[in-house]
């Protein structure tokens, strides 16, 4: 069973100690920030349009785990960097299938 203790503290010094507290624990979180540079990120249908595929194709590399996308204010982006990288996996993986 857990202790209860009953503590006469004024309104106006317990809204202070609990107001420390939430402010103390907000600074611990890192607020994300969307991308400074248009040219680093990629929208759906960028990526899309550049690479020749469907948004399903897309949504399905996305899924299965070969691009990750970043949601950043309710959109999903991609990494230029990644998606670079990504395709050229995908390119070499097709070409080792035949070798043992």
Not at 35 to 59: D, W
Not at 69 to 76: K, L, Q
């Amino acid at each position: 069973m857990e202790n209860v203790i009953l503590h006469s503290t004024p309104l106006k010094d317990f809204q202070e100690i609990i107001g420390e507290l939430i402010e103390a624990k907000l600074k611990q979180f890192q607020p994300v920030t969307p991308p400074q540079t248009q040219g680093e990120y990629l929208t759906r249908l960028e990526t899309c349009k550049k690479y020749r595929i469907s948004l399903a194709t897309l949504h399905n590399l996305t899924k299965d785990g070969t691009l990750n996308g970043y949601r950043i204010g309710g959109r999903v982006l991609y990494r230029l960097a990644e998606v670079e990288q990504s395709i050229q996996q995908i390119q070499a993986s097709k070409y080792k299938h035949g070798r043992a």
